[in-house]
Nanobody, 122 residues
Framework: QVQMVESGGGLVQAGGSLRLSCTAS????????VGWFRQAPGKERAFVAA????????LYSDSVKGRFTISRSGTGNTVYLLMNTLKPEDTADYYC???????????????WGQGTQVTVSS
């Protein structure tokens, strides 16, 4: 059984930083594309960032480009999302997910975590 787990969410002031982590059991993350999505209250789930297995390719949404960085641990089995210069509009539940190909479409991701909450105060 595959289980993906996010951690690192919390409350931060605008302009601050947080680093989210994504790990998995039952799945070798270093062989998969891993993406981050977020869902704010009353809104649909939206793509944030994704990276392929060797982080040579990464995709970012326009709203986070230049502020967020996706990376992997040395083993490739933990995927991070470093979020800098956070804004109140970044407030959302953040989810990591695994896919076979580098995609922005949530429907192409096979496995999902339960999410971690990020709240950015103004």
């Amino acid at each position: 059984q595959v289980q993906m787990v996010e951690s690192g969410g919390g409350l931060v002031q605008a302009g601050g930083s947080l680093r989210l982590s994504c790990t998995a059991s039952g799945l070798v993350l270093r062989t998969r594309v891993v993406g981050w999505f977020r869902q704010a209250p009353g809104k649909e789930r939206a793509f944030v960032a994704a990276t392929n297995w060797d982080i040579r390719r990464a995709l970012y949404s326009d709203s986070v480009k230049g502020r967020f960085t996706i990376s992997r641990s040395g083993t490739g089995n933990t995927v991070y999302l470093l979020m800098n210069t956070l804004k109140p509009e970044d407030t959302a539940d953040y989810y990591c997910a695994a896919a076979q190909q580098l995609e922005t479409d949530a429907a192409k991701y096979d496995y999902w975590g339960q999410g971690t909450q990020v709240t950015v105060s103004s």
